[in-house]
């Protein structure tokens, strides 16, 4: 059985150790949220219609996930839910550039080449 992630808080004394161990987690955090973002541009790749970028099924969907997750794992499902929130827009905004720039980046290549002829 894992133990919940509440159960790995260190007790802190000082801001100093408080800081260290947000710094360290951090560490974790952030090659985990560019890997996520990532994903955004494939999904910017993949999907073929614009209006599909924002998909309010998933978010809920993603909402429940994490809500749930919360709990088991020991942490206050509204604070979760409210930075994935958060996060998901800034996701969504991201993808929606992601898009408008693969399909410019086609579009720009094919007139290049149209005129090439």
């Known amino acids: 059985m894992n133990p919940k992630a509440i ?3 260190q007790h802190c004394t000082t801001m100093t ?3 260290c161990c947000v710094d360290a987690l ?3 955090l952030v090659p985990l949220l560019v890997q996520r973002t990532a994903y955004m541009t494939q999904a910017a790749r993949i999907k073929q ?3 599909h970028v924002r998909d ?3 978010i809920q969907t993603i909402v429940d996930r994490v809500r749930a ?5 020991g942490g206050e499902p509204a604070v979760i839910e409210a930075i994935y929130r958060d996060m998901m827009e800034v996701c969504i905004a991201f993808e929606h550039r992601e898009f408008a720039r693969l399909r410019d980046g086609s579009a720009v290549h094919e007139v290049t ?3 090439a002829l």
């Open 69 to 73: 997750q919360a709990v088991a794992e």
């Open 56 to 58: 309010e099924a998933r």
């Open 17 to 19: 150790d408080v800081r």
């Open 26 to 28: 951090d560490d974790i």
């Open 7 to 9: 159960q790995a808080v």
């Open 49 to 51: 219609d614009v209006n």
């Open 113 to 115: 080449s149209v005129e």
